[in-house]
């Protein structure tokens, strides 16, 4: 700027505009991936809790099975079979229960449709709000007051 080489000045601001943008695509991009990490995680740990649920409940369907065979002795001396309703209710309504992964996939899914992030950039390039990136006239404005 110093040389009046304001050609110049306009490419180097503008390589430095480029710069600028890139590392905000990357933190932006870094930021999306941590997040997207901690959703893994999540996804895991629910997953893990699922597993130790079904291990459980294994572990109960066997018991409640032994429990109907020994009931199934008694009832046809006694008569009647309520625990074997009962048990059957009981694995039906632990089968029916929603699955933890299918709800967020679809919880993703509507965070996904619903973000409008590019918004703010398309009203600052209209002149409403501050610029969310770098541009060359922004660069060659503040190199202009430093140098003053």
Known sequence: MTGEREDLAKQAAQAIADLENELSGRQQTQARLEARILQLRQSVETAHRRIIDLKQGAVSARAICKEQGIQRSVNRHLGGDSPFEEAETLISRVMGEDDPF???????????????????????????????????????????????
């Open 102 to 148: 299918e709800q967020g996939e679809i919880l993703r899914e509507i965070d996904c449709g619903l973000n409008h992030g590019d918004v703010a950039g398309r009203m600052a390039d209209a002149g409403f709000g501050v610029a969310s990136k770098a541009t060359a006239s922004s660069v060659l404005d503040r190199l202009r007051t430093q140098a003053k």
